[in-house]
T-cell receptor, first 115, second 118 residues
Framework: GENVEQHPSTLSVQEGDSAVIKCTYS??????FPWYKQELGKRPQLIID?????GEKKDQRIAVTLNKTAKHFSLHITETQPEDSAVYFC??????????????FGRGTQLTVWP | GAVVSQHPSRVICKSGTSVKIECRSL??????MFWYRQFPKQSLMLMAT?????????EQGVEKDKFLINHASLTLSTLTVTSAHPEDSSFYIC??????????????FGDGTRLSIL
């Protein structure tokens, strides 16, 4: 099955700085890569996603890049704010068809933004 | 936006009790729903995948007789933890995948259910 590695496990930045979280995946057939933000005791919230036919996607201060050849994708948050503090999970979805299209998650990154 | 409603949010009960958790997609149809378990400060562990009208597919190591899943309609899936014991205490989260034309839709999560077995 798919194996998703995520780094770093913790990340502390000063308000206004950028934050980058990186993930790798093992199954070259995976074709969809979402990022979720989870605040303590709350649901994971989809913040951005990218499909395998696209190399980069941006939504205001958040961007995701995908390198299919190297099988890695990254989340970039610019101009960080204290409210960005949360746990961020990357995920890779197995290609639907002969499989269930399950999401496999990384272990998460605790991002702390200091004011 | 797509909303997934999960109830109850918190359950505290005695050992041996069966607990039922509901997961509803409120404004979209979900042909597939997923049930996850999350331990403190850990990632989401997939327990099972359910498709509307068919039996759930359980991940390796998850007891299907312990965790009963029913996906009776395109908007409702339920997870029943049967004869719950303290080791079943955890945060259970459901997720529903949007039905979209031509592509596999994104997954949206419920608020989770914190289950505590005394």
């Amino acid at each position: 099955g798919e194996n998703v590695e995520q780094h770093p496990s913790t990340l502390s930045v000063q308000e206004g700085d950028s934050a980058v979280i990186k993930c790798t995946y093992s199954d070259s057939a995976s074709n969809y890569f979402p990022w979720y933000k989870q605040e303590l005791g709350k649901r994971p919230q989809l913040i951005i996603d990218i499909r395998s036919n696209v190399g980069e996607k941006k939504d205001q201060r958040i961007a995701v890049t995908l390198n299919k050849t190297a099988k890695h994708f990254s989340l970039h948050i610019t101009e960080t704010q204290p409210e960005d503090s949360a746990v961020y999970f990357c995920a890779a979805r197995e290609r639907q068809g002969s499989t269930l299209g399950r999401l496999y998650f990384g272990r998460g990154t605790q991002l702390t933004v200091w004011p | 936006g797509a909303v997934v409603s999960q109830h109850p949010s918190r359950v505290i009960c005695k050992s041996g009790t069966s607990v039922k958790i509901e997961c509803r997609s409120l404004d979209f149809q979900a042909t597939t729903m997923f049930w996850y378990r999350q331990f403190p400060k850990q990632s989401l562990m997939l327990m099972a995948t359910s498709n509307e009208g068919s039996k759930a597919t359980y991940e390796q190591g998850v007891e299907k007789d312990k965790f009963l899943i029913n996906h009776a309609s395109l908007t409702l899936s339920t997870l029943t933890v049967t004869s719950a014991h303290p080791e079943d205490s955890s945060f259970y989260i459901c997720s529903a995948r949007e039905r979209q034309s031509g592509v596999t839709g994104p997954q949206h999560f419920g608020d989770g259910t914190r289950l505590s077995i005394l």
